[in-house]
């Protein structure tokens, strides 16, 4: 995805920009982010704040950006609050609140894992909106009715935890980029971010004794946690083929084989 920067962007979005946040001092641009086609950190009168957007045009991107809006309020402490939200000048734009953090190393002995685990577990306590559309609806095409039924649940699911939206600050972490959220069983996350743990080099062993301590984790659905595996493979296969989907698959097999 093409991005642009700050001063790229038009002078209308400028202006409406600054009528929520004040006079903008400086920008930094940000080069990470998957689902944003612009992104910078803003110095402005009322302080920092990280800016996120996409061209009206893009359907998916602003999707994304209002369940992103959607789920703020239910998710502040555990990521960053959302200050503002405007649409000008061809763009959607959100406006958080700026965190100070570094992308999580969720290698073997780091000490990230214990903030990481610290705020996934406080975010498996939140209740999904109702506007949040459920995780079992990724599977109908894969999964018959009866597995869909096992990935059903209450619980707000990010679905994306990989290191670049898991911030780590001195004695914090957070997980930012809420663009994929889905209701399910509060483990889904839990799976996420062990597999993480693998493709990070850490040994499957010590991923999963990372993930037992999570009790959603230790009370999950051993043919819950199989239908998750199975749908989520078969979908990487449809995307990249088979060859190309064994690694990422393995690591998953090992979810199912431990539950």
Same mark, same amino acid.
């Given at each position: 995805?093409?991005?642009?920067?700050?001063?790229?962007?038009?002078?209308?979005?400028?202006?409406?920009?600054?009528?929520?946040?004040?006079?903008?001092?400086?920008?930094?641009?940000?080069?990470?982010?998957?689902?944003?086609?612009?992104?910078?950190?803003?110095?402005?009168?009322?302080?920092?704040?990280?800016?996120?957007?996409?061209?009206?045009?893009?359907?998916?991107?602003?999707?994304?950006?209002?369940?992103?809006?959607?789920?703020?309020?239910?998710?502040?402490?555990?990521?960053?609050?959302?200050?503002?939200?405007?649409?000008?000048?061809?763009?959607?734009?959100?406006?958080?609140?700026?965190?100070?953090?570094?992308?999580?190393?969720?290698?073997?002995?780091?000490?990230?894992?214990?903030?990481?685990?610290?705020?996934?577990?406080?975010?498996? &306590?939140?209740? *999904?909106?109702? /506007? +949040?559309?459920?995780?079992?609806? %990724?599977?109908? =095409?894969?999964?018959? #009715?009866?597995?869909?039924?096992?990935?059903?649940?209450?619980?707000?699911?990010?679905?994306?935890?990989?290191?670049?939206?898991?911030?780590?600050?001195?004695?914090?972490?957070?997980?930012?980029?809420?663009?994929?959220?889905? &209701?399910?069983? *509060?483990?889904? /996350? +839990?799976?996420?971010?062990?597999? %993480?743990?693998? =493709?990070?080099?850490? #040994?499957?062993?010590?991923?999963?004794?990372?993930?037992?301590?999570?009790?959603?984790?230790?009370?999950?659905?051993?043919?819950?946690?199989?239908?998750?595996?199975?749908?989520?493979?078969?979908?990487?296969?449809?995307?990249?083929?088979?060859?190309?989907?064994?690694?990422?698959?393995?690591?998953?097999?090992?979810?199912?084989?431990?539950?």
């Amino acid at each position: 995805m093409s991005r642009t920067g700050w001063w790229e962007l038009p002078a209308e979005v400028w202006a409406a920009v600054e009528e929520c946040s004040g006079p903008v001092a400086g920008a930094r641009d940000v080069a990470d982010g998957l689902t944003c086609s612009t992104a910078a950190v803003l110095t402005t009168t009322s302080g920092q704040a990280f800016m996120k957007g996409v061209p009206v045009g893009d359907a998916r991107g602003r999707a994304g950006q209002a369940l992103e809006a959607v789920v703020n309020a239910a998710v502040r402490g555990i990521g960053p609050r959302l200050l503002w939200q405007v649409a000008a000048g061809g763009w959607d734009l959100l406006g958080f609140e700026y965190v100070e953090g570094r992308h999580a190393d969720l290698s073997a002995g780091s000490a990230d894992l214990v903030l990481v685990a610290g705020v996934l577990l406080a975010a498996q &306590a939140v209740r *999904a909106p109702a /506007d +949040v559309p459920p995780f079992a609806d %990724r599977f109908v =095409e894969v999964l018959p #009715p009866e597995q869909l039924e096992l990935l059903r649940g209450d619980s707000l699911l990010h679905t994306d935890t990989n290191p670049h939206n898991l911030l780590v600050g001195s004695s914090r972490a957070w997980i930012v980029d809420w663009a994929m959220p889905a &209701a399910g069983p *509060a483990w889904v /996350d +839990v799976a996420y971010t062990t597999v %993480r743990l693998m =493709e990070a080099d850490c #040994p499957p062993g010590e991923a999963l004794a990372w993930a037992a301590q999570f009790p959603a984790w230790a009370a999950a659905d051993p043919q819950a946690v199989e239908a998750f595996v199975t749908g989520t493979c078969r979908l990487w296969e449809r995307q990249i083929g088979a060859r190309g989907a064994r690694p990422s698959n393995a690591r998953y097999a090992t979810l199912a084989v431990a539950a």
